[in-house]
Nanobody, 126 residues
Framework: QVQLVESGGGLVQAGGSLRLSCAAS????????MAWFRQAPGKEREFVAV????????DYAVSVKGRFTCSRNNSKNTEYLQMNSLNAEDPAVYYC???????????????????WGQGTQVTVSS
């Protein structure tokens, strides 16, 4: 079993920044792609960003492109989400996810991932 633990959420003013981390532990598997999703109250969980094993491929939801940056440090089994210029559309519980299968096909659906963290709350004040 793989455990994912997010950290770094909190309260920030609009226009501010936060950096989320996701630490992976437990059973390891080869070259997992990792992603971030978020879920606001009353809304479905939505894709935010994805990064492949090497870090050479990333993709982002349109709503965060240019403001958020996904990265990873494989030596630390950790994924990061740097969030800048946070606005009123960004508050949500943010989840990291890992995919055991080889990277390919779709990657923006929750069902594309096998392991999930417990989530970390991000709140933006105006």
């Amino acid at each position: 079993q793989v455990q994912l633990v997010e950290s770094g959420g909190g309260l920030v003013q609009a226009g501010g920044s936060l950096r989320l981390s996701c630490a992976a532990s437990g059973r390891t598997f080869s070259r997992p792609a990792m992603a971030w999703f978020r879920q606001a109250p009353g809304k479905e969980r939505e894709f935010v960003a994805v990064i492949n094993w090497s870090g050479g491929f990333t993709d982002y939801a349109v709503s965060v492109k240019g403001r958020f940056t996904c990265s990873r440090n494989n030596s630390k089994n950790t994924e990061y989400l740097q969030m800048n210029s946070l606005n009123a559309e960004d508050p949500a519980v943010y989840y990291c996810a890992a995919r055991a299968a080889a990277f390919g096909g779709t990657y923006f659906r929750a069902v594309d991932y096998d392991y999930w963290g417990q989530g970390t709350q991000v709140t933006v004040s105006s």
